[in-house]
């Protein structure tokens, strides 16, 4: 478990080179704690997404630092030369569909990672369990993800993404397409997650709904960042 | 594709059942994969069948293909060239020994026997005045003789010349030499008789050579020459058989004429009629065989002779050699052959054993005598799906029929 | 360890049977074609092997007496069993004809032999051997002819006494093998309204139907009539003795050729058969071409169907040769199910083609070394499309 959550300073993407040249994302700032959830919000084409794959450690920034809890991942250049095994380790992801795999049942869905990184199946497996419980889907385990509702399903990916205890997950449009009960549902289970685990969550939305949950939201716009005070309603 | 299975609330019961099943059919179908290729192609045993070595009685028997042949056939021809004048018997006509059948031109032999009987008249005449002459020597001999004694008395007596004495003396010799002359021509009268006389029975003889007649009994068979042809001597103009001699001239291949004897019974089976069975017995072996053929020839004779059949007809002929009690009795499609050796393979413990044996008789039906190399209760392989070695897998069926390729 | 190539299997365990039973076709007709190249060799051997025989006398300069037409006297078996180290020779007769069997005919090769004389049927699977001196047969199965039926051979019946397995003439077609003598009449004697014209054209030869010489035209026309020639001796060497060596000796005779069994075998396998091993060669490649390709595109369809799983596994942490490993596996996994049926299907529609078809284990092995190799490279293609999915494609906008 991580002390600190995320911190990103001065962080740049530039797409290009000369004249045609993009700048994706302009000196942001971004600081979440361990057990925080905030929102970054913003139109389409404002570089959300690039931050969210700077921050997945699927893009290279251009310039800048990022700090996961006591480690420093990137300053100016990867620091860590096996970014796959970080993505595995460190970092969970929720994805605007769930994206389960689905020739594995769920428990194996969420086991999957531990199984594949080495850990014997059955302890992997209960820890799964664990958290399906934890998230209310325990009775679920042994079914396809095609026999579950997409609420299930979103639930079933946001265990995915806790198995392995990470300090950051990054939720990308999580409640796009649910109702306002499950999108608040939803929130409220990756609050508790969050605090439990103590797990830095950032959820990049443009999702009306559950945007007065959020304590703090960062909007982006253009590639630049500036932090806002958040409604913070309690769930 | 989903399983229509109910999904069982317990965890490892889903993951058994699907994955269960799946690993089941899997190994079902490793299986039949393995089961075929133990029980088809070449990795499969050799299925065979078996039978108990046999004892009992077999029937030897010679089978051989003959032509029915007439025993007695004769050609009908003229003893020199000539025309044929006419025939007055045709093909299937009944004929008695002695009966005209044909004539051929006689040409200009009546003409020299006319002549010869003129010379013959002649030459009686000859004789007679031969006898004449002779009787007239005679006299003239008696009374030389009768002078010449005179005068020899008177000649004693002086009363004539010894000249007039010798005179008659050579009158007398005279009288004596003519009177041989005459006997000597008489003689070769009589004997030009005699000569004209043979002549002409010869020509006569010819004459009636011209006139064909049936040596026997018999019917003719074909008319080989119509009036007007000519033919040279030696040609047929008809052909006759008797057809109370037909048989059947068989022949027997050299190898398996074993036992071939007079007097073996015969059945007969005529191609024209192979339903009717024939019985017959063998009335002649030859002694010439056919070296080139490597055939035996025996002639069977019918027991009765069948109605409707015809020369040079096609009959298959089987002799029955006497009945032999057998000890060990195989059937033959069970003895092989390795290298020089003959034998059969004995099925003992499982395996195949090549058995040396001597085999005896064989029956038609194919059964065969073993005189050597086996045992009572000896179990032999008769049919296989492939050749037998020493060490080929057997397996013992029923039998064999309708094997696959 | 999970292994994600066999859950993938599970869950469209249909969809993945199917493909493997149509791949397995494909394969089934490749292992069957390489046994109709075995079975033709097969075929020749076994006609050898048949024969009994170790060496195989015919007429001087022919390939005789299956690759080419031979034609030796029927007394030349005489001079050579006389000769050192020969310890059975034999006459034989081969023809390739007709054989009426009620309505409908049948190709087979009639072959004239002795009986306890190299050319006899070497087992047989029902019946018994010839015992009578003429119109009596031994047919191999695939004649369909039954025991005890009446066949027609030229003018000839025949009865079916016995039944054999296996013995085919080098193009496949069944043997019917009957009495030597039988065989000569057959394969030479024509048909009635031939004979007739023969003997009126001999007739009408004023040098041969001399009217002063009575019998002489019949004469003639009786040896017309009559065949003393043979395809060929067959000669068993005595044991000990080479067969090399016999066969020299036979040489010399001015008129006559012998060949060894390794000599017939690579006559009639290097060149009656070679063409039609090149034509199955060029074919099997072809078939191992659209194999491939075809289980190329099959993993290729799979995995771009399982691409946005693949990028989803890559950018949680998958690695990538977790991914590579499981669509070779999957790759695998389809050859084998693939082999399995192709194997399976050849043995059971193997014996219902016209001609033999030798299915061996060693070109089963070979062929499922092939498609595993097949595969494993046919899957190279999806796998390079999988290490190319860029993680961040999971994430949209």
Known sequence: MQTFGIKIEGLSKRYGTGDTAVDALKDVNMTVAPGEVVGLIGPSGSGKSTLLKCLGAVIEPTAGRMTLGDEVIFDDAWRISDLRALRRDKIGFVFQAPYLIPFLDVTDNVALLPMLAGQPNAASRSRALELLTALDVAHRAKAQPSE??????QRVAIARALVNQPPVILADEPTAPLDSERALSVMRILNRMAQQYRTAVIVVTHDEKIMPTFKRIYHIRDGRTHEEVGEGKSL | MKFSIPVPA??????????????????????????????????????????????????PALFGIGTIEARRAYLIGPTTAGRVLRVLVDVGDRVKAGQLLAEMDPVDLDERITALDASLARAGNAVTASEAQRRDAEARNQLAGINARRYKD????????????????????????????????????????????????GLRQ????????????????????????????????????????????????????????????AEIALRSDPARALSGKVVRVDLLSDSVTEERIAQIAFDTLPEGISLGELAEVTLKL???????????????????????????????????????????????????????????????????????????VESLAGAGK | MINLAGRDILHSWGKFAFTGIGLGLLIGATLTMAGVYRGMVDDAKVLLTNSGADLWVVQKDTLGPYAESSSLHDDVYRSILGMPGVAQAANVTYLTMQVRRGDNDVRAMVVGFEPGQPGEPGYLTAGRQITR?????????????????????????????????????????????IPLKDAQEA???????????ERARTAANPGLNRPGVPGLLEAIQASQASNRNVNAVLVRVRDGETPDEVAAGIRRWKHLQAYTRAQMEEILVAKLIATSAKQIGMFLVILAIVSAAIVAFIIYTMTLGKIREIAVLKLIGTRSRTIAGMILQQALGLGLIGFVVGKIAATFWAPAFPKYVLLETGDALRGFIAVMLICALASTLAIRAALRVDPATAIGG
């Open chain 3, 187 to 197: 394969q030479f004697l024509k048909d009635n309204d031939a004979i007739l014209n």
């Open chain 3, 133 to 177: 001196s003429h119109y009596e047969a031994v047919a191999d199965v695939k004649t369909g002819f039954q025991l005890g039926e009446r066949i027609k051979i030229r003018r000839h019946e025949y009865t079916v006494v016995g039944l054999t397995r296996r013995m085919v003439s080098s193009g496949g077609d069944p043997m019917v093998f």
């Open chain 2, 10 to 59: 317990s965890g490892s019961a889903l993951v058994r059942s699907r994955g269960f099943w799946l690993s089941v059919l899997l190994l079902a179908l490793l299986l039949a994969f393995g089961v075929i290729v133990a029980r088809s192609g070449p990795l499969a045993p050799t299925r065979v069948t078996v039978a108990k070595v046999g004892e009992g009685a077999i029937t």
């Open chain 1, 148 to 153: 579950l509702s997409g609420g299930e399903q």
């Open chain 2, 154 to 201: 008177l000649g004693d007596k002086k009363f004539v010349s010894s000249s007039a004495v010798e005179a008659k003396l050579q009158e007398e010799i005279s009288a004596r030499a003519g009177l041989n002359a005459a006997e000597a021509n008489l003689s070769a009268a009589r004997q030009d008789t005699l000569r004209l006389g043979a002549e002409r029975d």
């Open chain 2, 206 to 265: 010819q004459r009636g050579n011209v006139r064909l007649l049936a040596p026997s009994d018999g019917v003719i068979t074909a008319r080989d020459a119509e009036p007007g042809s000519t033919v040279v001597a030696g040609q047929a103009v008809l052909r006759l058989i008797e057809p109370a001699s037909l048989w059947v001239k068989t022949r027997f291949d050299q190898g398996r004429s074993a036992g071939l004897a007079l007097g073996l019974p």
């Open chain 2, 322 to 396: 006497p009945t032999i009690e057998a000890k060990f009795l195989v059937p033959n499609a069970s003895i092989k052959r390795r290298g020089e050796q003959v034998g059969v393979w004995v099925h003992r413990s499982g395996a195949a054993h090549f058995v040396v044996v001597k085999p005896g008789k064989a029956s038609l039906g194919g059964q065969v005598e073993i005189v050597d190399g086996l045992g009572e209760g000896d179990q032999v392989i008769v049919h296989s799906e492939r050749e037998i070695t020493a060490d080929s897998r057997l397996k013992v």
